[in-house]
């Protein structure tokens, strides 16, 4: 049985009493996306990077499809990693999905988180009435039915699109490499548990500090449900970054950096 660092392929490094960070990636990622963002925290935080268990260098092994079947699963596991390292006061920051994971991690153990940083996230990413989520039912399904009928193709199409800078083809290139050594079954299930998901109903329960990062020109996030987010936490602070597409830890490090050093120390 491997351990719960092991299983999540845990790094620490930093200042070893400091306040906590904690990267978690989104979907088809990994810790390595974090690279250009989290030697900035080290200087005065305890960093910390994980894998999600089915994606990096996590244990495979661990994947069960019964426990990873919703967002808790990996919520779960994001708590063990914190009490395993003995964490207090962690500023958890999420990308993606990994901002809803951050939210059920901390209703589950609010002890042990002091901030949020949620960049790019969708608490529902299906349209629903009123609610605009950037997807309807039918663009869900057919971006479903096309991973499940061609893992690398869909990978190949859809990262460009999800990285939103043509003019950085390296940045669609390590993001699609990204996608592709995802395990193609495991890829599968993640997609329909983030793309099938609603938090919506968690986020004004929230108690702690937030910073919500909305990039420009996302669509998976666009801007006007990261405003619902912002607008549904009582007392969260909005960041809009000039960075384009949805993974602004790559594209735009240093805005990305900038804003989440102006938000812990305001």
Request: net charge negative; glycine share 8%; proline share 6%.
């Amino acid at each position: 049985m491997a351990t719960v660092l092991e299983r999540n392929c845990v790094r620490v490094t930093g200042v070893a009493d400091a306040r906590p960070v904690v990267f978690v990636h989104g979907f088809g990622c990994d810790q390595e996306m974090w690279r250009f963002v989290a030697p900035d925290f080290e200087v005065d935080h305890r960093v910390v990077l994980l894998d999600l268990v089915g994606s990096g260098n996590s244990d495979l092994h661990a994947y069960d499809p019964d426990k990873y079947s919703s967002l808790q699963g990996y919520a779960t596991d994001v708590v063990e990693v914190c009490r395993e390292l003995g964490l207090t006061d962690v500023v958890l920051v999420g990308h993606s999905v990994s901002a809803m994971i951050g939210v059920l991690a901390w209703k589950q153990a609010p002890e042990l988180f002091g901030a949020l940083v949620m960049v790019g996230p969708n608490p529902r990413y299906i349209d629903d009435g009123d609610y605009v989520g950037g997807f309807s039912r039918t663009d869900i399904a057919g971006l479903l039915d096309a991973l499940d009928a061609n893992h690398l193709g869909w990978s190949t199409q859809m990262a460009p699109v999800i990285m939103g800078n043509p003019d950085h083809p390296e940045l669609a290139a390590e993001l699609t490499n990204s996608f592709c050594r995802t395990d193609p079954d495991i890829a599968r299930q993640f997609a329909r548990v983030t793309f099938l998901s609603d938090n919506r109903a968690d986020l004004p329960d929230i108690t702690v500090p937030v910073l919500v990062l909305q990039c420009s020109e996302d669509v998976i996030a666009p801007e006007v449900v990261g405003r619902y987010v912002h607008e549904s936490i009582p007392g969260s602070a909005f960041t809009q970054l000039a960075a384009r597409g949805h993974v602004p830890h790559l594209s735009a490090p240093e805005e990305t950096t900038a804003a989440i050093r102006a938000f812990l120390t305001g």
